[in-house]
């Protein structure tokens, strides 16, 4: 008898596997209503009269948006179809994860640190007191960790301003225009995460806008753990 060698090979379909995928948007979006300002001072006077009066004033940016929320979901071993799951695994907050928010497809196999005169470049954010270099100021690093692509340890950070409990990271892949930035945060618990609201949240993310172009649309990308 003769005996028969049966060699099986396998296949990995698609490349590599980056576990920071496209987020669905679950709901409606909630907006909160624009700041209209300061009430303004008066002060009375009379022809003939020289009177000092100093000023303080606060103006709204429009050069960062920011968004926050929560967030739900699985993990999966799926098909590219995505409706049939070889098993899906429970996933709750506690086991953490990132979100990200980038205006294009941004190649993540290709994060890498990016510095706040490169979003000002992109954004064409000028050189005033809000831009991305006066903003990510701090320098600790993120620490952020997608899966099965190396480490962005960045230090374009920015730490919100209390209650809330984020900061915001930018990394970018190889090229230089909007869609090759993204701007990243760790998830927190919905019991230790606080927005700036400080209402239980699991994210809080600034991102750049182009002062003068009106509405920009950006895409959320959520890992998680």
């Not at 945060?185 to 991102?207: D, R």
Request: proline share 1%.
């Amino acid at each position: 008898m003769k005996w028969m060698y049966l060699v099986f090979g396998v296949l990995l379909l698609g490349g590599l596997s980056f576990a920071m995928s496209n987020a669905s948007i679950l709901g409606s979006v909630v907006e909160r209503g624009r700041w209209l300002g300061m009430t303004g001072g008066n002060v009375t006077t009379e022809g003939g009269n020289i009177t000092g009066v100093n000023l303080n004033g606060s103006t709204l940016t429009d050069r960062w948006a920011a968004f926050y929320g929560n967030v739900s979901g699985n993990i999966r071993l799926t098909d590219s179809v995505g409706t049939n799951n070889v098993y899906t695994w429970a996933w709750n907050d506690s086991s953490g994860g990132s979100v990200c928010f980038s205006e294009g497809n941004f190649a993540w196999a290709s994060a890498a640190t990016a510095t706040g005169a490169q979003v000002d470049t992109a954004f064409a954010l000028g050189t005033v007191a809000d831009n991305a270099a006066g903003t990510f100021t701090d320098a600790a690093a993120c620490g952020l960790n997608f899966t099965n692509v190396a480490v962005v340890d960045t230090s374009a950070k920015v730490t919100h301003t209390s209650p809330s409990t984020f900061w915001t990271c930018a990394i970018k892949d190889t090229g230089a225009a909007k869609a090759d930035f993204a701007f990243c945060t760790n998830m927190s618990t919905s019991t230790a995460g606080k927005n700036w609201n400080n209402e239980a949240a699991n994210y809080e993310i600034m991102v750049p806008t182009t002062p003068g172009l009106g509405t920009e649309t950006y895409y959320a990308f959520a890992q998680l753990n």
